[in-house]
């Protein structure tokens, strides 16, 4: 079967750093995607990693292997702000997208 | 601006009583998808189109019925919603043209059902 798992909730602090990660088990892989979502509202796209490595998006970076089916979006210089879920999702061989359940970040000040 | 557009918002609809939701876009994305997503929990893919085409998710509900009558308009028709059926709908849309192109999300309609 298909299976994304990361943690269901990380607590960090303000201006501090956290990693979130993912490991997935999918029928073929067309690249990990990272979403934030914040409590009732829709994800909003923050990654995609397709090959090896890192990825640094400004105070955001995801990281890819594909061998070891892992992934990890870190956060730095933490923000109130960034207080909401982070998903994993895989595209899987049919590119439809596996969603993890996500992770709830909560940031203390 | 908007470039995708669920309506409306906040739907709130009594038990049995059927629903209708609806999603645009002015992305020109021949892909639309839509998802129920519940508290806590992972988005469900429910249908998506490429282009015309209409695809149904295996364990997606009877209950639950999509047209799209071109390329900015998709509905999602819950005929006789239940109290599971309340949830977070979410629609998205993809270019197409690249396999392994990013979808972006409607802002959602929060169904609640009495």
């Known amino acids: 079967g298909q299976n994304i798992d990361q943690p269901t909730e990380m607590t960090a602090t303000e201006g501090a750093i956290v990693q979130i990660n993912c490991t997935y088990q999918?029928?073929?892989?067309?690249?990990l995607f990272w979403y934030q979502q914040h409590a009732g509202e829709a994800p909003t796209f923050l990654s995609y990693?397709?090959l090896d490595g890192l990825e640094e998006k400004g105070r955001f970076s995801s990281f890819l292997s594909r061998s070891k089916g892992y992934s990890y979006l870190l956060l730095k210089e933490l923000q109130m702000k960034d207080s909401a879920s982070y998903l994993c999702a895989v595209m899987d061989s049919n590119y439809q997208l596996i969603w993890g359940a996500g992770t709830k970040l909560i940031i203390k000040p | 601006d908007a470039m995708v557009i669920q309506n409306p918002r906040y739907q709130v609809t009594q038990f049995g009583k059927p629903v209708t939701l609806s999603c645009s876009q002015t992305l020109n994305h021949n892909v639309m998808y839509w998802y129920q997503q519940k508290s806590s929990q992972a988005p469900k893919l429910l249908f998506h189109y490429y282009d015309k085409d209409f695809n149904n998710e295996a364990d997606t509900p009877d209950n639950f019925q999509s047209r799209r009558p071109n390329t900015s308009f998709c509905f999602l028709d819950i005929r006789s919603p239940g109290l599971g059926d309340a949830a977070m709908y979410l629609c998205?849309?993809?270019?197409?043209?690249?396999?392994?192109?990013?979808?972006?999300f409607g802002p959602g309609t929060r169904l609640t059902v009495l």
């Open positions: 999918t029928s073929g892989f067309n690249g």
């Open positions: 998205a849309t993809r270019t197409g043209t690249g396999s392994t192109d990013t979808q972006y």
């Open positions: 990693n397709v």
